[in-house]
């Protein structure tokens, strides 16, 4: 008797543990398989604003055969050339000059080769305001400063820019409509595969990007920005 009623206490035992056994492991594979249900997704912003800084170089050449006459040329088309900006409404303060470059032309040529003047110099009159709309009204008058004797010379390495200094002011709006754009491409997501969004398992912000609406257009500004949003999926 006693191992028969031993055998029936072992084996309702082991049928108890099947049972909450397999329950557990009911449980923890749709545990598991909740885990793993997730969408990647990624929401954009975008705004296009207007530059509120202006970078105007003003690049002049001048040539001369003695150092003396060169300096006093430069010196000559700098006061031009900060003439003409002073007289339509820029500040004195926002106006700066390079360091004249100079070179002796004679240095590597020799006889008939050589040009009229030996020396040439080259500098740079730079004004840097936000006055925008100022500087686009005045770039097509510097013809006035040629008629006046300025020898402009276009420089790469001196190139005019417009520029937007406003963007921590749009960063947090602009994170706003980046995840609100995103979430409703998983919520989207979500309704076709017969889901839908739960919390957000992880989340990165790109870099904010600010380049040229295009390339006739300088003065404005597209500022792009993206998020990636990794959001858990339930049923």
Do not use: C
């Not at 709309?133 to 820019?161: F, I, W």
């Amino acid at each position: 008797m006693l191992p028969t009623r031993s055998a029936v206490i072992l084996g309702g035992l082991l049928a108890i543990g099947m049972i909450w056994g397999g329950s557990y492991i009911e449980d923890a594979a749709e545990t598991w398989r909740d885990a793993g249900r997730s969408v990647t997704v990624k929401g954009l912003s975008e705004r296009e604003v207007p530059a509120d800084m202006a970078l105007w170089p003003l690049h002049y050449t001048v040539t001369a055969n003695e150092l003396e006459t060169l300096q006093q040329e430069l010196t000559s088309q700098e006061s031009r050339i900060r003439e003409f900006l002073t007289q339509r409404g820029f500040e004195t303060d926002n106006i700066t000059v390079t360091s004249p470059q100079v070179t002796d032309r004679f240095a590597n040529l020799y006889g008939a080769d050589r040009p009229d003047e030996r020396y040439q110099a080259e500098a740079t009159v730079l004004l840097r305001t936000q006055a925008v709309d100022d500087v686009k009204k005045a770039m097509p008058q510097t013809g006035e400063l040629v008629r006046a004797g300025v020898v402009l010379s276009p420089n790469y390495d001196y190139r005019t820019e417009f520029l937007f200094t406003g963007l921590n002011d749009l960063k947090p709006e602009m994170v706003a409509e980046a995840t609100k754009d995103a979430r409703g491409v998983a919520q989207q997501f979500a309704r076709d595969s017969g889901s839908r969004v739960g919390a957000i398992r992880s989340a990165s912000q790109g870099y904010f990007s600010i380049e040229d609406l295009d390339s006739y257009t300088p003065d404005i500004k597209r500022v792009r920005v993206v998020t990636t949003i990794d959001y858990a999926l339930e049923e």
